[in-house]
């Protein structure tokens, strides 16, 4: 009788336990404010290290602004020029199911991770092959290997 009163103890903490990260991400809104994109991270079955996000070297971030009137704006700064490029409808959210316009490049996925400080969306990689060829004209060559791959994007938030 105690062995089954201890294993349904362990059985009942573990499922707790387990659980507890999934109480991150609620099903409300995203918080208000400016995000910036900080890594890309491919879920393959080979080993490829996580990507910082290809902000415009010397110019200002890249950034996503989510405001209180459920519109959002992503900003992109070009590389050379600086010049800021703005594209509005730029997030949208119900529930867990996100779509971002980065660039142009929309991204459906769901959010698996969702704080005051941080957000990181994962969709199916197809969703981004067309900006990752864009962004990282070195590994063209190699995305459609991809295929069928899961794909992170984390954003932090700005303070």
Known sequence: MKRIFFLLTLFV?????????????????VEVGKWEPTT???????PI?????PHSE???RDYLEIRNDDTATFYHFEE?????????????????EV?????????????VS????SMTIRADISELLPYLAVMYPEYSGMLAALTGSKIKLTFKKIK
Do not use: H, R
């Open 99 to 111: 779509s971002v316009n980065l660039m142009g490049f929309e991204m459906k996925g769901e959010i």
């Open 80 to 96: 050379d020029t600086c010049n800021q490029v703005v594209y509005d409808n730029a997030f949208e959210k119900n529930g867990k």
């Open 13 to 29: 903490g573990v499922s707790i336990a387990s659980c507890s990260s999934d109480d991150k991400s609620e099903d409300g809104v």
């Open 58 to 60: 010397g110019c200002d």
């Open 114 to 117: 969702e704080d005051s400080e």
């Open 40 to 46: 890309l991270e491919v879920e393959t079955l080979l």
């Open 49 to 53: 290290p996580k990507l910082d996000y």
